[in-house]
């Protein structure tokens, strides 16, 4: 084979093995859709060592562990209440999602721990124990994880409002927050 031939068929290996051959990679099984352009945000490349995360992965990190989990789109007033913080203030230290229950993506524990498990597998570690309230009947109203990685606090939580539920995702730089004076919204 000649180098020119050889040099097509790597760069259309690449291009193939970039693009997953066309499969949806957000997809949770049969009869699953894609999950909406918000949702699937492409992962910004992480920096090479231990150095802190930029928040454009952690944001990214935040929507692909959603979607996976077959989580409902962020909420749209939820989804940019950062965008617009000044610099220099707390509020411009994170970055969040909420999902509200719907029909199509009911939200309960059964889907608050496969998100868990999503961002477990990006490489986020449990900080302490999960934390859960229960109603009389013995049913969780409340869990609550925190994750940790590279300078980064991922706050869970799913909350069971009457039939429906939510689940919360607040992600914060640990050292923007110390820098700009915001609480530790763990104590």
Same mark, same amino acid.
């Given at each position: 084979?000649?180098?020119?031939?050889?040099?097509?068929?790597?760069?259309?290996?690449?291009?193939?093995?970039?693009?997953?051959?066309?499969?949806?990679?957000?997809?949770?099984?049969?009869?699953?859709?894609?999950?909406?352009?918000?949702?699937?945000?492409?992962?910004?490349?992480?920096?090479?060592?231990?150095?802190?995360?930029?928040?454009?992965?952690?944001?990214?990190?935040?929507?692909?562990?959603?979607?996976?989990?077959?989580?409902?789109?962020?909420?749209?007033?939820?989804?940019? +209440?950062?965008?617009?913080?000044?610099?220099?203030?707390?509020?411009?230290?994170?970055?969040?999602?909420?999902?509200?229950?719907?029909?199509?993506?009911?939200?309960?524990?059964?889907?608050?721990?496969? +998100?868990?498990?999503?961002?477990?597998?990006?490489?986020?570690?449990?900080?302490?124990?999960?934390?859960?309230?229960?109603?009389?009947?013995?049913?969780?109203?409340?869990?609550?994880?925190?994750?940790?990685?590279?300078?980064?606090?991922?706050?869970?939580?799913?909350?069971?409002?009457?039939?429906?539920?939510?689940?919360?995702? +607040?992600?914060?730089?640990?050292?923007? +927050?110390?820098?700009?004076?915001?609480?530790?919204?763990?104590?």
């Amino acid at each position: 084979m000649s180098r020119t031939k050889k040099a097509a068929v790597v760069i259309a290996v690449i291009a193939l093995g970039a693009t997953g051959c066309g499969t949806n990679a957000t997809s949770t099984g049969a009869g699953a859709t894609a999950a909406p352009p918000s949702a699937a945000r492409t992962v910004s490349p992480r920096p090479a060592g231990t150095g802190p995360l930029t928040k454009d992965v952690v944001r990214s990190d935040l929507d692909t562990s959603a979607a996976g989990a077959g989580l409902p789109a962020n909420a749209p007033e939820f989804a940019g +209440m950062n965008e617009d913080a000044p610099a220099g203030s707390p509020r411009a230290c994170g970055v969040g999602y909420k999902g509200y229950s719907t029909k199509i993506a009911p939200v309960d524990t059964a889907r608050f721990d496969r +998100m868990v498990g999503e961002l477990r597998g990006r490489d986020w570690q449990q900080s302490g124990e999960r934390t859960e309230r229960k109603g009389k009947d013995g049913a969780v109203f409340e869990a609550r994880v925190i994750l940790k990685q590279r300078g980064w606090t991922v706050v869970t939580q799913y909350r069971a409002l009457r039939q429906e539920g939510d689940i919360t995702l +607040m992600a914060y730089d640990d050292a923007c +927050m110390k820098k700009n004076g915001g609480a530790d919204p763990l104590s």
